[in-house]
C-alpha cells in the first residue's frame, strides 16, 4: 500500500532551470496539496486542489504552478528556479470527510544554486 | 482566522521522563484538532487526532485532549524513549475549510 508517492527525493537545479515535481496517491482522495517546509517557518501551503481539474492557489504560490492530471496525480512545476526556492516539498492528499486528516509523501529535497 | 500556536522548541528530556507539548488554537466553531510527527528525513503522519469537545485521542502510549474552554489540545507522554525524538506538530481543520492549519512544530530529543 504506496500511499502518497513523490519524486524525485533529492534534486539540484542551478538558477533559471526549470523542473516538475511529481506526486501521486492511491488512496482514490478527491484533494491534494503541495507544501514547503523551511526551517524555523513550519509548513506552508503552495497550492491544492479540491478535485480533478480544480487548482487553488496557497500561502506562497509565487513562482510555481500546477497541474492536477488526473484524480491521483498532482505535479508542481517550478519554470524558473531560483534559490528562495531551495526548501523540502511535501505533497498530501485527503478525503472528503469532514475533519479528515492529511496523507503526507515522504519529501523531495530541493536546492537551486 | 484560524490559527495554531505551539511551544517552540527544542525541547529536550532524559528517557522515561513525562513529555507535555503545548498547543492552543483560534477558531469558531468545532474544528478538528491533529497531532503529527515527522522523523528525520520523512514526510509528517499523523499520530492522533479528536473532532470534538472533550474528546481524546491517543496513539503509541501519546495522549490529548480537546478542551473547548481553553481552546487547547496539548500533548502527553508519561514515559518517553529515545524513538520518539522527531518534530511534532499540532494542526486543526475546520469543517468548513478546505485546508489544515498547521503550528510551526516543536522538535524533541530525547537523551538515553
Known amino acids: 500500500n504506496a500511499g502518497v508517492t513523490q519524486t524525485p527525493k533529492f534534486q539540484v537545479l542551478k538558477t533559471g532551470q526549470s523542473m516538475t515535481l511529481q506526486c501521486a496517491q492511491d488512496m482514490n482522495h478527491n484533494s491534494m496539496y503541495w507544501y514547503r517546509q523551511d526551517p524555523g517557518m513550519g509548513l506552508r501551503l503552495i497550492y491544492y486542489?479540491?478535485?480533478?481539474?480544480?487548482?487553488d492557489k496557497g500561502e506562497v504560490p509565487n513562482g510555481y504552478n500546477v497541474s492536477r492530471l488526473n484524480k491521483r496525480e498532482f505535479s508542481l512545476r517550478l519554470e524558473s528556479a531560483a534559490p528562495s526556492q531551495t526548501s523540502v516539498y511535501f505533497c498530501?492528499?485527503?478525503?472528503?470527510?469532514?475533519?479528515?486528516?492529511?496523507?503526507f509523501g515522504n519529501g523531495t529535497r530541493l536546492t537551486v544554486t | 482566522g484560524n490559527s495554531v500556536t505551539q511551544m517552540e522548541g527544542p525541547v529536550t528530556l532524559s528517557e522515561e521522563a513525562f513529555l507535555t507539548i503545548n498547543c492552543t488554537y483560534t477558531a469558531t466553531g468545532y474544528p478538528s484538532l491533529f497531532w503529527y510527527v515527522q522523523y528525520p528525513g520523512e514526510g509528517l503522519q499523523l499520530l492522533l487526532k479528536?473532532?470534538?469537545?472533550?474528546d481524546k485521542g491517543s496513539n503509541k502510549g501519546f495522549e490529548a485532549t480537546y478542551r473547548k474552554e481553553t481552546t487547547s489540545f496539548h500533548l502527553e507522554k508519561g514515559s518517553v524513549q529515545v524513538s520518539d525524538s522527531a518534530v511534532y506538530f499540532c494542526a486543526l481543520i475546520h469543517s468548513s475549510a478546505s485546508k489544515i492549519i498547521f503550528g510551526s512544530g516543536t522538535r524533541l530529543s530525547i537523551r538515553p
Open positions: 498530501a492528499s485527503s478525503d472528503d470527510q469532514a475533519g479528515s486528516p492529511l496523507h
Open positions: 479528536a473532532t470534538k469537545a472533550d
Open positions: 486542489s479540491a478535485s480533478e481539474g480544480t487548482t
